[in-house]
């Protein structure tokens, strides 16, 4: 038996809006709004208590460390913590949100991993995203990288380094990465979406928005993770839809065993990328896939970027059915509402919906689907991996609890100069780690 595992990211105290992630829309939008990172983490946690009650699995991956000075550092900045937070806040408060964002919560791009099924080797592979293309996302792997090793430990797993950080090789996790199946355990086909090609560098790409993704990144986890090649499916991402807010590809399709919902212009070349990938979905499964295409004149793109439709969850609940768990701006806006609607009830292959309320993190433009890095484990990978992470009610209790200890409800630009931010994220997070026996993952820990 083999289930997907949602390993959702907990939402560090550090939660704000520091507008540092050019090419997301939300994120410019709400640059140096108060943010409430009380209320981002326990949206976070009741969006997970939804999933686990709907008898999904549910666990969780801990916050980063932050602020992370060591950046400031090595831009020269020197002195005490207390010394370099206040010349970083003088000098370049850019920085200073870079340093302390959490953008870790949105563990979609923590990395790519490929279940024991899809490798040549029968184990389940992990490569942490070096997310290059952001300062303050290119300093999280290391972390990541830690965290992986201590919640999925043993011969079953292999964990690869990142890919090396340049722009030639921008890995963006598995935000642009797309597994289809018969069920959790057969044999799958997997989708890699790539912004543009470094080999190709006059080829179609966005005008204005950076493309933070290349097929070259994807085409070397494809190796390292030891996959069949005609079971693998590379797709160009439409530049006009990275230039509408489509930074990811997790904003415009998802995917879930034989189900591809994705709008009409995700990609370049869409016709031909529906068919490969239906072609090879064949190779793996009798019965075909069921992909079901957004028309722009039923959503146009922005509304879809506005709303965030296919940053839903497509899960599977326990009895086969499947459910999109969608964010409750999609509930908002009432055409869109309506359109779920009618998937629902008609001939889609959804059965149902539930709306969450994840207001902090969109404002930073991370929805459901960006909050959670999916991994698909066999009976022996679960026993194997680190049971402390799993979700539970009993886990939710403690977890609200430390965050209604340790977590403030108000955090502005000004904020992230007072040294007591900092003491105070150190000590919630060494209590976090202790109440999940993780061991030492945070660079104070291992000092
Ligand atoms: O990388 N936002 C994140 C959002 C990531 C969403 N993930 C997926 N689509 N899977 C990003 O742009 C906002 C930071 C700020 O502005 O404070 C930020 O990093």
Redesign the pocket.
Known sequence: MAREVNFDGLVGPTH??????F??V???D??GQGSNPRAAALQGLAKMRTLHDLGVPQALFPPHFRPELGLARRMGFTGTDAQVLQDVARALPLLL?SCY?A?SM?T??AATVSPSADSADGRVHFTPAN?QN?I??SIEWPTTARILKAVFAGDGFAHHQPLPSTAALGD????NHTRLAPSYGAAGVQLFVYGESAANPFGAKPKFFPA?HTLEASTGVVRLHRLHEERVVMAQQNPEAIDAGV??N??ISVGDRDVFLCHERAFLQQDETLRALSEAYARVSERPLRVHQVREADVPLHTAVATYLF?SQLVALPEGKTALIAPEQCQENGSVRDYIAALVEGDAPIDAVHYVDLRQSMQ????P???RLRVVLTDEELAASNPRVVFSPALHHDLEAWVEKHYRDRLTPRDLADPQLLDASRVALDELTQRLELGSIYPFQLA
């Open positions: 704000n809006y520091g507008g540092i992630s090419g997301n939300a994120s410019a709400h640059q949100a964002s953008s949105w979609a791009n997310l952001k303050h996302r963006e996790g598995a935000a933070r930074f990811h997790d904003v940053n930073g433009g991370g929805g689907a960006c909050l």
